[in-house]
């Protein structure tokens, strides 16, 4: 008897090897279920030809589409998929924009989805009227004008940005039931092209007692960070563009410094000044806002890495699934101090790990997808990520982050971020129904 194409399908699928408890298939099964795997992934029939398969005429296809724009939009059906808002009236606080990575996939943010945090809007500012200035300890203070650093050799870097509060949330006591976008939304990442700091600290001329760089912003707080200059002069930046147009408003518009790996409020947006110093500035948002207090008592000075972290973007909290059956685990994972080495997944709370596959290319400080294929079987499923990154550093448990910073009864998204720094790795819960929850494991 001739084995059908769906025939085959089914024998390659049942032949698929578990590596792990709870149907977590070994990667390898990306490339030998091949068409089998997809087809049952995604729902479509196998057939040996689609070439005879009738059409229907729907209406797009009968009459002229609307007229390109000057500047492309896009789909009105995919309206659904945009930053939320915490203060979407503007009043005068803080106010944040998250990226929605459960509506995403890839590894760069679009540059309208790109999270933001203004402490007091975004200022609308001329760029033929704006100026960085390089001063302090340097053999000649320098004034830069947007158009005189076009000038200069760019480079670009693809980097993510975290906020020192993303996953703030996940420090509360009981686990807070919200999406991806609300617990790890103040994450992005881009590419960023514009001139090294290297640069133009060479062209002022460093003075040798120099040792750290106080940054300031051209928004009303002025907000200002101290760098060590030993990273101003290593991946710095001067940031023009992002994702190849020039930086959006939210961003730093028109020019933004970018500390590759660092903590996100370091990375000033809208940067007017560059001082400098001996010391560090000890300037009030990172003595009063950005110093972690641990347990003990004592606070952190500084905190600059962001941490190796992932989580699973797919499926997460509001994508429910639609029945047993095969489905993808896919997330992001990304480090402050190198590339991702590897990303393991456990579909029954860490019981047993499968290693998941890497989207190439793995670029350093930036986002890395992961992917792993799994067969549900309709039964409850605790789903984990845990990443590791070419330094050697391995992505913590809840407890043992919650045992080195602590827990928190306030809830961050109401009161703000009482904590900083949550890297820890991130648990849903998959019910018989197909729900997905926020959970702790």
């Known amino acids: 008897m001739t084995m059908t194409p769906s025939d085959r399908a089914e024998r390659e699928l049942k032949n698929l090897e578990a590596v792990a408890g709870n149907g977590l298939l070994h990667r390898?099964?990306?490339?030998?279920?091949?068409?089998?795997?997809?087809?049952?992934?995604?729902?479509y029939t196998l057939v040996p030809s689609a070439s005879g398969q009738q059409l229907a005429d729907d209406a797009w296809s009968l009459v002229p589409g609307v007229t390109v724009p000057d500047y492309g939009t896009r789909s009105r059906f995919e309206k659904n998929v945009v930053r939320t808002l915490s203060n979407p009236k503007g009043e005068p606080r803080t106010q944040h924009a998250r990226t929605p990575h459960h509506l995403l996939n890839g590894t760069f943010t679009p540059n309208g989805l790109h999270f933001v945090i203004s402490h007091a809007g975004d200022p609308d500012i001329d760029p033929d009227k704006h100026?960085?200035?390089?001063?302090?300890?340097v053999k000649q203070p320098l004034v830069f004008t947007l158009d005189a650093l076009a000038r200069y050799p760019m480079v670009s870097r693809m980097a993510f940005v975290e906020c020192g509060g993303n996953s703030a949330p996940?420090?509360?006591?009981?686990?807070i039931q919200a999406s991806v976008q609300a617990l790890h939304g103040l994450v992005s990442c881009a590419e960023w092209t514009g001139v090294p700091l290297s640069?133009?600290?060479?062209?002022?001329g460093i003075d040798p007692k120099a040792k750290w760089i106080v940054v300031e912003g051209g928004d009303p707080p002025h907000v200002s960070r101290s760098v060590p200059l030993a990273k101003a002069m290593d991946d710095a930046m001067i940031a023009l563009y992002q994702n190849g147009e020039r930086i959006m408003p939210g961003n730093g518009y028109p020019m933004r410094l970018l500390l590759p790996g660092w903590e996100g409020n370091m990375n000033t947006k809208w940067v007017r000044r560059i001082q400098l110093t001996e010391g560090p500035g000890m300037t009030f948002y990172e003595a009063r806002t950005y110093a972690p207090v641990l347990p003990g008592g004592k606070a952190y000075r500084f905190y600059f890495i962001q941490e190796v972290k992932s989580f699973i973007t797919h499926p997460s909290p509001g994508l429910a699934l639609k029945g047993p059956g095969f489905y993808e685990i896919s997330g992001i994972a990304y480090s402050g101090t190198g590339r991702i080495a590897k990303v393991m997944v456990s579909a029954d709370g860490g019981k047993s790990w499968a290693q998941a596959a890497l989207q190439q290319p793995v670029l350093n400080k930036a986002f890395t997808r992961f992917r792993v294929p799994w067969r549900w079987d309709g039964g409850p499923a605790v789903l984990q990520s845990r990443a590791w990154d070419e330094a050697g550093y391995e992505q913590p448990t809840r407890a043992q982050l919650v045992a080195a910073r602590g827990e928190t009864t306030r809830v961050p998204a109401v009161t703000g971020f009482p904590s900083q720094h949550y890297n820890a790795v991130t648990s849903w819960s998959i019910e018989?129904?197909?729900?997905?929850?926020?959970?702790?494991?």
């Open 170 to 175: 996940l420090f509360s006591l009981e686990p």
């Open 131 to 137: 100026r960085l200035v390089i001063h302090g300890l």
């Open 28 to 43: 390898r099964a990306f490339l030998r279920g091949g068409a089998a795997l997809a087809g049952a992934m995604t729902g």
């Open 432 to 441: 018989r129904g197909g729900e997905v929850k926020h959970v702790y494991a």
């Open 199 to 204: 640069t133009l600290l060479d062209e002022a």
